[in-house]
C-alpha cells in the first residue's frame, strides 16, 4: 500500500482539487480523500496531478525520421519513401532498443499507455523470423523495461494499395492473408503490462474481404479486441478507395462489419458527413494526431463535428514528430481557431479526456485514465512552478496545463503504482542515452 | 576579451560548422574560426550554438493572460476585453516587476533582443505621469535587469476604432495627438542596451493624417527609426477600414507615407494580392507571431508569398501564450503543411534567419543576429543531447533545431558578450519566482 498526496489533482471537474489523498494497492487506487493535509508517510506531489496519458497511436520507429525528413519539398508520400528506409533496417534486436527509448521518452512526458500500431512483422522479404512475433515481443520488451502499459494493435497489412502488390519494403509488413495473420496473433502471449488489439492498417493495404476477417477474428475473441486503423489520412485514399469500391475508406469499414465492436478511426482527417454519421451510430472513437497530421501536410480533421456528433476523441504522437501529448491536445482546439476564426471548440477538460480517460478505454484498458478507486494507479504530476507555468491559479490549472505546459514539465510519473519518473527524470535509465546508442543501431 | 569554442555553430550555412572559436571584445564578435580544437582558456559551448533570436513583436503584460482566457468561447475581440482587464491594473512599479520577468522568460529561450510594441503610456484616465516616459522606462529598466536588447517601439494610438472615441481603458494609450506622441517620443533618454523605434497601433487607433505625421517623424531622425504596425490580423479590420478609407490597412499605410522608410507590418494576415505588392515594392518587412495568431483565431497568413514577392519576415511571441522562438518559426511552415497539404514551404536555414538577422535588423540592431566578426555577441547554445534532440546527426542540426527542440533547450545564453544563462538557467535572477510575484502583484 502507498499513499500519494497531491497538493492538487484533477478528478474530472471542471478545476483541480486541493490535497488529495490517493491510496493505492497493487497497482490500484483504493481510495482518493480531497481537502487532507498530507500524511506524514504519504509521498507529495507538488503540482497538478492528473492521471496517465494515453497514446493512441503509436509507430515506434518512425522516431528514427525526427529531424531527418525536414530538407527538400514533398509530400506524405514522399516523407513515406524515407520512413521505408527505415523499417528496412531493423530487427528485433535494435527494435527493442529504439522502443525502449522511445517509450522512455513517453513515460517522462506522462504517457502511461501507449497503442503501438504494429506492422513489422516479418524479416525483410517478408520471411517469418523463427518466433514470427519476435517483432511484437520486442516491443513488450521494450515497454517494460520503460515502465509504460502496452495495447499491441497488431496490424494487418497485404497488398501495396487497392490489389496492388507489395513493395519490396513493405514485403515484410504481410502475414500474407487475413487468416496467417490471425492465426499468428492467436499465438501472442500477453505480459502483465500488454493487451492485444487487432488493426486493419487502411483500406489501401488490406481488400474489404479481409477487412472482414479480421473483425470477425477480433469480435469473436472471449474478450473483444480493440479495432484500429488509419482512415482518410489523405484525400488520395479517399479518391482511391471511391475508385475501388464506390465507397469512402470509413463506409468500407461500415460495410465490413468493422465498426460493429471497439472501433477507432486513425487520422480521421477527410471526411465526409456520411463517414461522420456511421461512426457515431457505431459509436466508434476517433484518434487524432495533430503534429504529425501538421508534419505530413495532412489537413485539420472535423474534430469538432465528430464531438457534436457523439463520436469519443482521443490522441496518439504517431510519427514522434514530438513526443508530447498536451501539444497534441492543443493542437486540435488551434487549429481549429485557425481555421474558422473562432475560439472555443474543445475545452481544457475535453482535451484532457481525450487523452486520459478515453484514450485508455480505447485501448483496451477500461475504467483506467482516471484517479478514482478501482482504477489504475497511473498518474503524473505537472511541475507548476515552472517557467512557463509559475504564477498561474490553482483555478485555471486545467487550461495551463492544455495550452502552456510542456512535456518537459512533466515532473512525476507513476504507473500500475510503480515510480516511474522521479524529479522529471526516468529513474531506470538515462533516456537520452538510450536514444542516442538506439539511434546509432538504426 | 573572451573566446568561446562552440562544437556547432551556424554560421549561415546550410548545415552547422564544427570547432567553431568566436573571439568577443566589448560585446562585440572580433574573430571566427571552423575547425578548431578548443583552447585551455576557451569558455566551452556543448550543443548547436546559434545567433541570439530576435523577438520582434511583444507586449510584455499580455503575458499575465497566459492561461486566463482559455473558458468559454469567443474571438479576438472579446479575448480583448480581458486584455484590457489587465492593462488597467499596470504601473510603471508593478509593470517593471512584470517585464522583468517576462523578459526573463526571454532571454531563457534564446531571445537576445525584444521589440517591445508600447501603448500603456499613461495613467488610468489618460492623465500623464509626472514623468511622462516612465512606464517605457520600467521596460528599459526591465530589460537591463533580465540582460535583453530592448527597442522600445513608442506606439502612437489616438482612437477607438476609425474615429471611434477611446473607451476607457484605451484612455492611457493615448497622448492626443501624433504631435503630442512626437514630442513625448523625443524625450526618451536611450540607455546602452536599447533602441527606439515609432509604431501606429493599426488604421483602427490612428488616422491617416496622424500616420503621415508619424512616418514623417521616424524618417526625420538622424537616424531613421524603424517603424512599426499592426496590419490586418482581423478580417474586421480590412472591412472598417475599406469603409472608411475606401483602401485596406495596407493601402493606408502605404498612401500615408508609412512605408518608405524601415516598415514592418505586424501580423500581416489577410492581405491582399496589392497589399503583398506594396510591401515587397516598398523593400518592407513582415513580422509573423503564429502561436499568438492560433490562440487568437487570426487565420494563417500568407507567408509563403510574401517571402516570394521579397518581403522579408520576422518572428515574434506577441502576446506571450507560449515564449519559444523556435515553435514561433515552424509553426510558420507547419500552418502552411495544414493549409496546403503540402511540405517545403520555409526550409529550416529560412527559419533561423527570420529569428536572427532578418528580426535583428527590424528592430534596429542592424548587423546583429549573425556570428560574424563585427556583429554583436549575442548568442545562444541548445543542448543537443535533451532528451528531444539526442541522437540527430550534426548534418541535421538546424533541422533538429527548428522542427523538435524546445525553449527548455536553450542551454547557454550570451548577450552583448555577458553571459545571461548558464546551465539553462538565468543567472541574474529565478524568472519563475520573479514570475510568480510578479503576477501575484497584477
Redesign the interface.
Known sequence: MTTYWCSHAWLGRDHPDSGVEIQTDQGIITNVKTGTEPGESATRLQGLTLPGFANVHSHAFHRAL???T??????FW??RENMYAVADNLNPDNYYLLARAVYG?MV?AGISAVGEFHYLHHQPGGTPYDNPNAMGEALFAAAAEAGIRITLLDTCYLSGGFGAALSPSQSRFSDGSAAAWSTRVSSIALPEHGRLGGAVHSVRAVDPGSVSEIAEFVAARPDPLPLHAHISE??LENEESLAAYGMTPTGVMASAGALEGNFTAIHATHLTTDDINLLASSGSTACFCPTT????????GPSRRLDESGVTLTLGTDSH???DLLEEARALE??H??A?????HH??VSLLEMATSNGNEALGWTGSGTIAPGAAADFLTLDM????????QPR?YL??A???A?A?DVSSVIVAGQQIVAGGRHVRFD???A??E???ST
Chains 1, 2 share one sequence.
Open positions: 525526427r529531424s531527418r525536414q530538407r527538400g519539398k514533398g509530400s514522399t516523407w521518452e517522462s489523405q484525400p497530421e501538421r508534419d505530413l501536410a495532412d489537413g485539420i514528430a514530438m513526443i488551434l487549429n481557431r485557425l474558422s476564426g473562432e475560439r472555443g475545452d481544457a512552478d515552472s517557467i512557463r507555468l509559475a504564477g498561474s485555471d487550461e495551463a492544455v495550452f502552456s510542456s518537459t533516456v537520452a542515452s536514444m542516442r538506439a539511434l546509432g
